[in-house]
C-alpha cells in the first residue's frame, strides 16, 4: 500500500508576520488551511497511512497538529516526524525511511495546491511502474525551480536545481513518487548551498544511471506553490473560481448577491450590501450594512466587516474591519485578530499603523 509524506516544515520566512505565530501550511485558502487541501487530495487518492514532517519550532508544531490531530477526521492515520533543522528535502525524505518503509510513497509538499490533484500522477507510476515519477509544470520562471528535460518519449534525462540557464521550461512542482531506492541515493548526496542535502542530487544519480527509469507527468491544470503572499492569493481566486459554494446563512433583502457566494452558518449579511462573487464567508460573520465584498475574497470565522469595500483578498479569522464609503482593501493577505478602521473623519489625518517584522505594505 503506498504510503504518502507530507513536508511542512520549515519557517515561512517569505510570509511573515504572518508565520511567526503558525505555521505557512496552515493559511486558508478558501478559508481551509492549505494543508487540508493537500491531506484531502492525498486523501481522495486512497492513501491512508500519512508522514508529516514538522519542524524543530514547538509554536508551529503545535499548531499543526491542534490543526490535523491524529488524521481521523480526514480518514486517514497521520504520524509526525521531527525535522531538527532546515537540512533539505533530501534530508526529511530520509529521516522518514523508517516510517516509510519498503513501500512506495509520495511526497508532497506541504504549501502546494493542484487543480486536479494527484491521481494521474499515481497512475501513470503504476502503469510504467518507474523509481520515480516527477509532477511537472511549465513556468516561465523555471531558474526559480527545479528543473526537468525530457526526451521525446517523456522521459527525464536531465534535472537542475535552479539553475541560472535552464534547459527546459519544465519544473517540479511539489509532487513525487518514490521507490524505496530513493533511500540509497540519497546517502550518496553530498550537501548544497546553505548546507542544505537537495532531493534534485537524488533523482540526479536515477537519471544518470541508465539501469534506472525516470518518467514525468505533467500537471493538468493549474498549480500554485504557495509560498508569497501573491501565491497565495493567485490559489485562494483558482480555488474559489472551482469551488461549489451554498448559504447557509442569513441575507438582507435589501443587499444583494452576484455570483457564487458560501456564507457559513449563522453569519448575516445586513441591510445595503453588494457581494460580487465568487467569495466566501465563514461562520458567525457579520457584513454590513453598506458593505462591499468584491471578486476572490475569503473571509474566515467570526469577522465583523463594515462600510466600504473588500475585494481579492484573505481576510483570516477573528478580524474585525470598519471602513468609510471610498475606502477599499484589495489585493491583501490580513492575518487572524487585525483591526482595520478608517480615520477619515478624526484629526490628525494619516494612516496609523502597528505593523510586525517583515511586514509589506502598499498606500
Known amino acids: 500500500m503506498m504510503k504518502g509524506l507530507i513536508l511542512s516544515g520549515g519557517l515561512g520566512t517569505r510570509l511573515r508576520p504572518l508565520t511567526h505565530t503558525g505555521a505557512k501550511q496552515l493559511i486558508p485558502i478558501a478559508n481551509k ?17 500519512v508522514g508529516i514532517i514538522v519542524g524543530y519550532d514547538k509554536i508551529r508544531i503545535d499548531s499543526i497538529i491542534e490543526s490535523i490531530g491524529n488524521g481521523s477526521k480526514f480518514g486517514i492515520k497521520v504520524t509526525y516526524i521531527v525535522q531538527d533543522a532546515p537540512r533539505g528535502l533530501a534530508h526529511a525524505v530520509g529521516i522518514a525511511q523508517d516510517f516509510l518503509g519498503d513501500e512506495d510513497f509520495v511526497l508532497y509538499l506541504g504549501d502546494n495546491l493542484l487543480k486536479s490533484g494527484i491521481k494521474s500522477c499515481m497512475s501513470d507510476f503504476r502503469r510504467n511502474k518507474p523509481h520515480i515519477n516527477l509532477l511537472l509544470a511549465e513556468h516561465n520562471e523555471p531558474h526559480r525551480f527545479g528543473v526537468a528535460v525530457l526526451d521525446d518519449k517523456g522521459n527525464v534525462i536531465d534535472v ?3 539553475p541560472k540557464n535552464p534547459k527546459s521550461n519544465f519544473v517540479i512542482t511539489g509532487v513525487y513518487i518514490f521507490t524505496k531506492e530513493i533511500f540509497d541515493a540519497i546517502k550518496k548526496v553530498k550537501p548544497g548551498l546553505g548546507g542544505e542535502l537537495q532531493i534534485t542530487d ?9 539501469t534506472k527509469k525516470v518518467i514525468a507527468t505533467k500537471v493538468d491544470g493549474w498549480w500554485d506553490d504557495a509560498g508569497t503572499a501573491n501565491a497565495i492569493l493567485n490559489a485562494n ?8 459554494l451554498e448559504i447557509k446563512g442569513s441575507v438582507s433583502s435589501n443587499s444583494v448577491i452576484q455570483g457564487k457566494l458560501g456564507l457559513g452558518k449563522s453569519s448575516v449579511i445586513y441591510d445595503g450590501c453588494y457581494i460580487k462573487g465568487p467569495v466566501i464567508i465563514g461562520e458567525n460573520c457579520e457584513i454590513g450594512p453598506n ?10 470565522d467570526g469577522c465583523k466587516i463594515k462600510g466600504g469595500e473588500i475585494e481579492s483578498s484573505i481576510v483570516i479569522g477573528e478580524s474585525n474591519i470598519i471602513l468609510e464609503k471610498g475606502d477599499k482593501i484589495c489585493d491583501s493577505l490580513i492575518g487572524k485578530g487585525s483591526k482595520i478602521s478608517s480615520r477619515k473623519n478624526l484629526l490628525p489625518m494619516g494612516h496609523v499603523f502597528v505593523l510586525g517584522e517583515n511586514s509589506e505594505l502598499g498606500i
Open 160 to 162: 537542475e536545481e535552479k
Open 202 to 210: 537524488a533523482i540526479k544519480i536515477f537519471v544518470d544511471d541508465p
Open 237 to 244: 481566486l483558482m480555488v474559489l473560481i472551482d469551488k461549489d
Open 33 to 49: 488551511p492549505v494543508l487540508h487541501h493537500v491531506i484531502e487530495d492525498l486523501a481522495s487518492a486512497g492513501i491512508k497511512d
Open 291 to 300: 458593505t462591499y465584498i468584491g471578486p476572490y475574497t475569503s473571509i474566515g
